[in-house]
Every structure is written in C-alpha cells, then in structure tokens.
C-alpha cells in the first residue's frame, strides 16, 4: 500500500494535522471527533490493493469497479454512503503537439475523500498545497477538496484549448500559404514531432489535429452534467453553501467547451478550404497540361501527315515547302501559346 499511497493526512479546521500512519486509524480518528476529515491520495491501485481501502471506507462495489478499471467518463454518481465523481484531466505535450488524457476518481464522504489517479497527468500534489494555504476553503471539509481538484481541472482545459489554438492558427497559415502547406517541409514553431506541424501531408496533419480535438472533447463534454448538477442544491456529501463556487467551475468548463468546439468548427472550414485548393490546384494542372498537348497536337498532325507514304503531294517538289511547313508549325503553336496564356492557362 504505501507505494500507491500519495499522500494521507487529517484535517481539522481547515488546517493539516498530525495523525496516525495507518489510514484505517487515522479515518477512526477523524470519525471520532466529528469537524475532522482524511484525505487519502491514492495512484494506480491494484485491485489488491484497493480492497483494504473499500472495505474501511465503505465503497460501493460498483463505484470500486469503475475506479479500478478506468477508461470511464466523467460523471457524478451518488450512492448512499459516498458520492463518487470522475474527472478526465488532460495534458499537452508541446514537443509532439499531442495531448492525451488521464482519469481521476474521488469518493466523497462523511469524513473522508479518498482521491484515486490513472496516468501521469493532474498530480494533486499542487492542488493539496494550495488547499493547506487557504484554510478558510478547506474549513468546508471535502466539498473544499472536490471543488479545488475540478477547478485545476477544468482550468487546466482551458490552457490546453489555447494551446491548442496557437496550434490551429499555424496550421491555418500552411494551408493558406502559396503552396497549400504541401511542400512537405513545414514545421512547427512549437514542436518537432508528429502533429500539426510536423512534415506530414497537409491533410494528414488536419486529421491528426482532429482527432486530438476529440480527445478533448471527450474530457470535457461529458463533464458538463456533472457539474451542473453540482452547481444546485440537493445533491448529497456536498456542502450546502457551495454551490456559487460550483457555479463558478461551470461557467469555466463552459468557456473550454465552446472552446472545443470553436476549435472543430475551424479545422472543419480549414479541411474544406483545404480540399477546395486542391481541387482549383488540379483543375490549373489539367488546364496547363491540356494546353502543352494542344501545341504539341498541331506539329504533331502536320508532320504526320507528311509521314504518310503517298506519292502525289504536290508540294513536296517545291523548295520552299519544308521551311514554310515548319514556320507554319511555329506560328501556330506561338498563336495557341499567346491564346492559352491570355486566358490564363499557362
């Protein structure tokens, strides 16, 4: 246990107390006193693990199973003896231009929080630290815990929608560029590897972008029920005069949602506009190319025709025949090379 075990600790009146090692004795302690709750942190248990955890705390089986198997959305469930809540925190790598998600569970009790972690991303430890700085928050026993864990979270979103968005906008620039952004050698100012701005086709890179603007969607979409719900009164475990600050994390989430779905919407219009200069660019090779084979046609079917084996051509006895059928070939095509090139084909 102690290896999956971030953090454990008593506080009472919004403060961090000294307390018993064990948190089966350090939750008897602060059931015993009642104006004292532990908050357990807890990373990646096994299923081994977390049985001591479940069974102290009293966790409903079913909330234990989607804590252990993660790959859950966010949600808010609410059992008889706990409250169980999902966060999908998210985390941008600005080396790959990649973001990917992790998963945080918290059970809410009585006198207990227990925090369980899935994936490197949204430690605690920074939101722990700022929670022990303001006891005035934290007097508000876990309904504290559980609004500053989903503000960092949902804070968090709206960092990565702007990065996510410096992104877009360089992205939006190669495509717009004289060349479509397919001369295979962009990169991005911010990363070097795979995403957006990596030397990959254009499309490519706008499907690549796509679907990293789903993975976030799917952390922040579902979340909204939740934290509505949250934001008015009757929900159970939650303190009573929490709820403007419930509010206060809806309105955020709110901001990275229809953030999201700015962010959809232009690399919708950005893959149209894309596909649509292709096919101008294609339609201008077609016309170049049907342009060069309309020149090389007329010499073609005039040398042709004196390529024919008959003996009467009349003309083949004058001396002044070959040169004017080759000046006759060049004026043609340079008259054909004027027309295309008025009419902006070459």
Partial sequence: MP?????????????????????????????ATGDAFL????????????DLVSSEFGLHPLAVEDALTAHQRPKL???????????????????NDIVSSGELMLFIGDSFVV???HGEGAPLAAVRQRLEAEPEVLRHGPTAVMYAVSDAVVDHYIEVAGELQIDLEELEEEVFAPDGGDGGSG???????????????????????????????????????PM?????????FVDSGSQ??????NDHLLHAN??????????SDILSAHLAQMGVRQNDDMRKISAWAAMAAVPTLVAGIYGMNFRHMPELRYVWAYPAVIAFMVVVVFGLHRAFKRRGWL
């Fill in 77 to 95: 469930e609410i059992y008889d003896d706990s409250l169980f809540m999902v966060l999908k925190p998210v985390s941008y790598e600005p080396k």
């Fill in 3 to 31: 290896a999956v075990i971030v953090d454990c600790a008593i506080y009472r009146d919004g403060r961090r107390t000294d307390g018993p090692a064990d948190f089966s004795d350090a939750l008897a302690e602060a059931r």
């Fill in 244 to 249: 403007p600050f419930f509010r206060d994390v």
């Fill in 228 to 236: 509505a719900r949250l934001a008015v009164p009757g929900v159970p």
């Fill in 115 to 117: 925090t369980v972690r």
């Fill in 258 to 267: 229809e953030q999201v779905e700015a962010l959809d919407r232009l690399l």
């Fill in 187 to 225: 990169s991005s100012r911010r990363g070097s590897g795979s995403g957006p701005g990596s030397g990959a086709s254009t499309a490519e890179r706008i499907y690549t972008f796509k679907r990293q603007v789903m993975e976030f969607r799917r952390a922040t979409g579902p979340l909204a029920a």
């Fill in 39 to 50: 908050w357990l942190g807890l990373h990646e248990a096994t299923a081994h693990e977390f």
